[in-house]
């Protein structure tokens, strides 16, 4: 749904968007690009929301749930997905993949014996919160993880600041 006026009226679902929307995200240097991650797949916006693209082939898990937005590429992007919400929130036992895009989705190698359940992107790393507690970052992208060391427990949500 989509407000033109501060929320006073809203219009009825998008076209193209995703039905489940589990996280909406802005990208934070262009204004109507927008991202979405559902238990329907993954879609974007060009206009601000307003019209939206599924993109889910080349993903091979469709239930996505979290999403991190690359600050500096707006065609860079991420969703943490699995293969249903049974898999997706067994607390320490859910297991899913995180997956980036650049054209086309690439499942990452991370943690592959939980879920990424929380993302966030800050200072020029990729920060990843797993189903079963760990805080894991990236400073390439996705493509090399070290671990925190932390372990807080489930994680729900991260922010960046």
């Known amino acids: 749904m989509v407000s033109e006026d501060g929320g006073a009226t809203f219009s009825d679902h998008r076209p193209g968007a995703k039905r489940d929307a589990h996280e909406l995200a802005w990208h934070p240097r262009v204004p ?6 559902a238990g329907d797949g993954a879609a974007w916006s060009r206009d601000g929301g307003r019209t939206w ?6 993903r091979d898990l469709r ?4 999403l991190a937005v ?6 860079r992007w991420y ?4 293969s249903g919400p049974g898999a997706a929130h067994a607390n320490a ?7 980036r895009w650049a054209g086309s989705w690439q499942p990452l190698d991370l943690a592959p014996d939980s879920m990424p359940y929380a ?3 800050t200072d020029g790393e990729l920060l990843a919160g797993t189903a079963d507690g760990r805080v894991l970052h990236s400073a ?5 993880w070290d671990e925190s060391g932390l372990r807080v427990g489930a994680i729900s949500a991260m922010a960046a600041g």
């Open 32 to 37: 109507d690009r927008a991202y979405q991650a």
């Open 53 to 58: 693209e599924a993109i889910d082939a080349g």
């Open 63 to 66: 239930y996505c749930w979290a």
């Open 70 to 75: 690359d600050p500096v590429d707006p065609e």
């Open 79 to 82: 969703v943490s997905a699995a």
């Open 93 to 99: 036992r859910a297991r899913g993949r995180l997956y």
């Open 119 to 121: 993302l966030a992107v």
């Open 140 to 144: 390439d992208r996705g493509e090399t």
